[in-house]
């Protein structure tokens, strides 16, 4: 039962163009969510989150939009660029879980130059 | 600094041999935990530990033991390795229990034959 879902294996953008990455969840009871950037032959590194009392929340590039209704999140990277290009894993948290978090497959971003 | 270090970094074992994958991290951090990652399957959390001398199980703890005798170390112990356990392995901590933001592990690539 995979209670967080990436539906894109993968994504390829233009340098200077919007990625937009997505993420589903089943789990009502998730009210964290983050995102975790791992480039090949390294551990995932904290990238962005968001807690389920907001919708939006943006840090230079990079900005979280969660929509509780939906169960869904995204994740837009503006401008991409290439050093972006890494797998992208969505994360969800609920009240009596913190740290241990329930990931997503992960979505591989390529950025062309 | 060196954060959460993993040893080794590569390994290929055969059916039923055992073995233990070390992690030790130096930032104090209360928590630590186990992940596994598979193609198009995300992380998955195999043990976790609140503290030392506090261990439990994750959603894919069979196969695998861990032990906490101090802050810094966190092993995970292979007892009889089977080819289902080949993956890649990362080690994870965070300051509490309720700190979504893991710091990883580079990771340990594991091949059983």
């Known amino acids: 039962d995979q209670q967080v879902k990436q539906n894109s294996p993968s994504l390829s953008v233009q340098e200077g163009r919007i990625s937009i990455l997505n993420c589903d969840y089943t789990n009502s009871m998730f009210d964290y969510f983050l995102w975790y950037k791992k480039y090949p032959a390294e551990g995932p590194t904290f990238l962005i989150s968001?807690?389920?009392?907001?919708d939006k929340n943006e840090d230079g590039r990079f900005t979280v939009f969660l929509n509780k209704s939906a169960k869904h999140l995204s994740l837009h990277i503006v401008p991409s660029q290439p050093g972006d290009s890494a797998v992208y894993f969505c994360a969800a948290s609920g009240k009596t879980s913190g740290s241990r978090l329930t990931f997503g497959e992960g979505t591989q971003l390529t950025v062309n130059p | 600094n060196a954060g959460v270090t993993q040893t080794p970094k590569f390994q290929v074992l055969k059916t039923g041999q055992s073995m233990t994958l070390q992690c030790a991290q130096d930032m104090n951090h209360e928590y630590m935990s186990w992940y596994r990652q598979d193609p198009g399957m995300g992380l998955r959390l195999i043990h976790y530990s609140v503290g030392a001398g506090i261990t439990d199980q994750g959603e894919v703890p069979n196969g695998y033991n861990v032990s906490r005798s101090t802050t810094e170390d966190f092993p995970l112990r292979l007892l009889s390795a089977a080819p289902s356990q080949t993956s890649v392995y990362f080690c994870?901590?965070?300051?509490?229990?309720?700190?979504?933001?893991?710091?990883f592990g580079s990771g340990t690539q594991l091949s059983v034959l």
């Open positions: 968001i807690s389920s009392i907001k």
């Open positions: 994870a901590s965070s300051y509490r229990q309720r700190d979504e933001k893991l710091f």
